[in-house]
């Protein structure tokens, strides 16, 4: 995607040949900075405090982290102890389970002298299939975006409300939740996006916001409780969301604030959507509220909040009463029966089990 005219992707090699760059996503929408990743603990680092985010990026981010931990040193106990590292970041995205697991079982039978050249290769194909897929996923979403469109019999644009950030930020490139979006405002449909705000990370507000903005889409940031009221007034076509956990049988483990919006959209009528790739599924589960490990983060994501003074310098504020308890769970778990539709990168499907072993049948490997 493209930032002040200049194509991106969310993490490229750098011109070294070794070393990393990212976007820092905290300094957005009000500062555009890229860093630099040398090492494992940087790499480690960027997940934890989310200069990266979003499942298919942290995957990414955790596949290169593999590599600057072997640059330094290729022995069996390096590439075992970056896995540790890297696996202890964030609990709930699967994608780092599954690129550190890809990372090793591609590295483990190849020999030191072999490994840093392989390690990259992968890092390299892991990111350029997560593009693929996420531009897959926009193709086979743009046709139900046009058929909710043409149901409705008017030209008006199409309402779509959005939660988090699901966009090319989150992934390599093109977005899972918004690259059906990108196409179709690609293709002249005249749409709107709601962006939630998604506190207290504020995804929404910061990333999603600044992403539609750069890209020309037409929308409006909204609180997250506006979501209820805007859907009974039947100012919302669709729903799509992103997904940072499907179990087999299409349970979606999403940003804290999905489920909401989730049943606000089956009392409304209104299609509820989640686009995900086939490294976002967890094969092992299917009992999303039992198996899936919710993540808790700080505190002070709620008690603060960051934003712009009116000179333009980056302030923090607190929010809530000294004293006052506080409690931050990062995602929610919503039940397949809430969600219409799955969009993978091999296509729609039932939230179900049956609906997911019909697009893949190779379950397990995908
Ligand atoms: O905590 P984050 O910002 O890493 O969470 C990301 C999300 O939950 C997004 O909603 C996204 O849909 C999942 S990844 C495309």
Known sequence: MNVNG??????????????????????????????????????????????????????????????????RNASNEALEEAGRTLLATRPTAINLHWAIQEMRSWLEPLSETERVRAA?????????????????????????????????????PLNILTHCNAGWLATVDWGT????????????????????????????????????????VPHTVIVDSTGGHLMQRGLVDCCITGCDRTTASGD???KIGTYLKALAARDNGVPFLVALPGPTIDWSITDGLRDIPIEQRDGREVSHIEGLSQDGTPQTLQLTPEGSPVANYAFDITPACLVTALITE?????????????????AGSS
């Open 120 to 156: 990259y290769q992968k890092a390299g194909e892991i990111c350029d299939e997560d593009v693929q897929n996420n531009r897959a996923i926009g193709d086979h979403g743009v046709v139900l975006l046009e058929d909710i469109y043409q149901q409705r019999r008017t030209e008006d």
């Open 346 to 362: 091999r296509g729609v499907c039932e939230a179900s089990k049956e609906g997911l072993h019909g697009l893949y049948h190779d």
């Open 6 to 71: 200049k194509p991106y992707r969310s993490i490229w090699l750098a011109d070294d040949g070794w070393s990393v760059e990212i976007i820092d996503q905290t300094r957005l929408p009000h500062e555009f900075v890229t860093v630099r990743l040398t090492g494992l603990e940087d790499a480690a680092d960027a997940i934890r405090n989310m200069q990266v985010r979003g499942a298919p990026l942290i995957g990414a981010t955790a596949a290169y982290g593999v590599c600057l931990a072997l640059h």
């Open 252 to 254: 979606v483990c999403n």
């Open 177 to 216: 939740a918004l690259a059906p979006i990108y196409l179709a405002h690609d293709r002249g449909m005249p749409l709107h996006v709601w962006v939630d705000e998604t506190r207290p990370r504020n995804q929404g507000a910061s990333l999603t916001a600044w992403e539609l903005l750069q890209h020309g």
